[in-house]
């Protein structure tokens, strides 16, 4: 029946953290060793590094008091650092091993203070480099080493000779690990062999097996009770886990399958929970498996995506975590430039201010059972335990220095409790909050009902910050019946510059990796799989560097070539039923490669393009000629765009900088400023009605950044901007004018980023992001229209992946959905129909769109929406007369407040509606907060007063 029973922590999320939590100024390579390149203790973290050729290892902290990290360098050996590991007993001793073949044991400090110049001890057992190295878990002093091709066990007080050099294994050692007891210890090896010693007993394995399939890299752990966890490669390369009976090692009890990479999956494992992480070398991905000593043995439970591939992965100590809000485990992944902390919580309701025992039992503590020589003669302590409980948390040995309780990283230094959860899935901890506090602190309450005044003050802090109505929003792909399957051929090498495939409200093109630059045209009304015969096509005759549809005419799509022709194809109604060879119409005037297309968004047959030939170039397509040519630019043009009101052209370059056109008036820019230092691509659009310019590019160190521009003086540079993350690929910007949120993502990611735009500090207010199960080729999006105004969609985008085209749908949650949301549907611009002709505009008229309500006539404002009276309940005077309990009179005083709040003038049902349900507000606020709660409404609704409330 064991399979039937629900585990606690089959709910564990990971919360990655923001990147103002992340671990900077580091230095991270590809190294060739066993080791995991990264280690923790409950104070420090240890890293390899490549500068010095790999001789140096970083070390940071892992909660830092002031919410600031340090990273500094220690230089240990004169070859690459292999492998590393901190004392269980002892936060700031870390052994160290290298291919120079000498072990050195370091006691450090703090990263602001100077770090030993030399080591405690050096050990040089002279078999040459040596590529792990592994503290006992129950005995002081007491080393496992790995060489070559032997396990060596070391006693540090006899620095001579080893305690015992274990049997020679017959090809590299690849791997070892220590039982958790510390009776015995296995290995994994390149020749497939899986060994079990009791080093104790005999230098030869207690059990064997030839048990790997391949002889690529793997790795070994002590899982539960007497089972080994290994992950390698299988026969066909599919990276592995299998689960084994350490008795009997010639076949696996249990095994699951990874698919093919040539990353090595390293296994982390939380003995008190079973909780198992597996982060491949080069991967984003972290998987989170429970592991059970009976069956199902491995069970899935959670899948976490990350910003940048691994390099190495490390779990913090137990003693470390903040238990108050349900953090079960944390692990650091190490990336090219930074660490990332991943935090892993388990959602309860009272999350943030109680202990839940259940969760925690008590774990090995941090004084040693015993000396190396006691283990050695036979010795069978055990370390004794600890209690996780705040108040009970044994303080810090005599070595150590107290460490203050800081949150991990990401978000708020001012935010949230340590660990709870962000509005977004896969989205971050909180950075620095109070100091956790024991359940009983309160004075003469009961546990944790009231946060302290200046939990109060930074609650309130808080929530006077901006914050967006669209902070929960929720992209969900549509079911598999309106997907397009089966695409085949696709072009995955279009330029930068191009948006990879473009769509409207009837038709999806996408190029092909076809010869004669075929473009293949899927109607949206018949999704479904594609068959496997030969598509009719557009045959562009020459490779696609960019295409878009009309957006007045559903059926004329424009093509640039790598030609420098522009060529406009007018597809059938109904689809494409014949393959298309010849154009409508063909411009031609560039002289070199075209960058990409823009039509007008106001006037009908208006098109501009960029080229190599560093212009950009205006055409009449009622005339079919070309009538501007706009000079300025010093290199390559990244991006171009039209204001909303068709006025004005933006254009953003290689050369770093920023410009406008008015090219009615003028072929040279009327503005210029500087742009994004990166010379990997850029984006520009324009926003908030045309006063702001939104640029995507990169810095100098080549880390995606979002940029805001005044229309008025770009001179003056960016007005703000925002870093997210490094990635080869160009972030794609699309604006909905109607709510100011912004979507960006670039081919080739998984993640979509989200923010609402505003005129004023902080500019950007980031809301939750949505993430993709695959890497996508694209994004774009539908007309206003397509939006399901009943499920509070604000767009509706199709995704490109390799094989698909998928509608991809953007919700924001709100409670009665019976109701038209009038504050996040304003009327939208018809701009799907011209204002005015191509004519008309070149000389010189303007136009703007007509407006359209989206509200179905079934449906009633929000605004509008009648009001819930508040509804009082007196009580029979019986029960005034009982005795009550302190808990009794604290509800009915906070009943009487809320009460005399529902008096008060209504505020604007929308506001009322706005946001989550009751359910999720409590699961982030808490039912404990309510008082912080009180400050927050007098402030919302901009009263000249503000009321704060104090239990005593």
Known sequence: MNRFKTSKFKNTTPKVSKKDGWINNVHAGSFSCQGNHIKASSKLVAFNTDQAGGGMVGLTTVDPADGQWTVTQISCHSDLVTDMDFSPFDDSLLATCSGDGTVKLWHLCDPEKEQPSSPDLTLQPGQGRLELVHFHPTSSGLLAVGTTKAPLI?????????????????????????????????????DKMLRVFDPRAQLTPVQSAKSLQSNKDSRILWAKDELLLTTGF??????????????KLSSSISSLS?????????????????????????????????????EPFLTQVSHCLTDASTRGVAMVPKLALDVLSCEVMRVLQLTDSCIVPISYQVPRKNSGHEFHDDLYPDTVGTTPAMSAEEWWQGGKKQVGKVSLHPDKKPKPSAKQAPVKKEPPSGGNKEDQPRGSSSSSPISTPSSSAAPSRSPSST????????????????AIQNLMGPTSKFRHIQGAVMHRDKHITNIRNLNLTTPGECDGFCVNSQRVAVPLAISGGQIAVFERSGPGRQPDSALPTIQNSVNVADLSWDPFDTHRLAVAGDDAKIRLWQVPKGG?????????LVLQGHTEKIYSIKFHPLASGVLVSSSYDLTVRLWNL??????????????????????????LLATV???????????????????????????????????????????????????????????????SGPVASTALNVSPSTLIPFYDPDTSVVILTGKGDTRVYIYEVVPEDPYFIECSSFNSPEPHKGLAFLPKTECNVRDVEIAVGMMLTKTTVEPVVFRVPRVKKEFFQDDVFPDTAVWWEPALTA???????????????????????????????????????????????????????????????????????????EGVDEEEWVSKWGKKSISSFFCYFFLKKGRSFIAVFFLT
């Open 576 to 584: 494409l039923k014949d393959t298309l060879t010849e154009p409508e």
């Open 443 to 458: 004075s003469g309450l009961s546990s944790g009902f009231l946060p302290s005044p200046s939990q109060n003050v930074k």
């Open 653 to 715: 370059c290689k050369d770093a900088k920023v410009r406008i056109y008015d090219p009615r008036k003028s072929t040279s820019p009327v503005q210029e400023g500087p742009g994004p230092e990166g010379h990997r691509g850029a984006r520009v659009v324009w926003v908030l009605d045309g006063k702001y310019l939104l640029v995507s590019g990169f810095d100098s160190r080549s880390e995606r950044e979002l940029y805001l521009f005044s229309a008025d003086s770009l001179s």
């Open 234 to 247: 299988d026969t066909m390369r599919n990276r592995e886990v299998r689960l084994w009976d350490s008795r």
């Open 154 to 190: 070391w006693d540090t007080s006899k620095q001579d000779v080893p305690l015992a050099a274990l049997e020679q294994h017959s090809d590299q050692l690849q791997s070892l690990t220590w039982k958790r007891d510390g009776s015995l210890l296995a290995s994994s090896s390149k």
């Open 258 to 294: 990874f698919g093919t990479s040539s990353g090595m999956l390293v296994p982390l494992l939380d003995d008190d929970t079973g909780l198992l992480l597996l982060a491949g070398f080069g991967d984003t991905a972290v998987e989170c498996y429970e592991v059970s000593a009976s």
């Open 839 to 913: 004519a008309a505009w070149l000389s010189g008229s303007n136009g703007q769109h007509k407006k359209l309500s989206l509200k179905p006539k079934d449906m009633t404002p929000v605004s509008e929406a009648p009001k819930e009276a508040p509804v009082r309940k007196y009580l029979p005077s019986s029960v005034y007369l009982e005795e009550k309990t302190d808990e009794q009179k604290k509800d009915e005083l906070l009943s009487a407040m809320v009460a005399k709040l529902g008096n008060m003038d209504d505020p604007l049902p929308q506001e009322s509606f």
């Open 622 to 647: 009622e005339s079919g000629e070309q009538v501007k040519v706009l000079t300025g630019h010093q290199d390559q043009v990244f991006g171009i765009a039209w204001s909303p009101d068709g006025k």
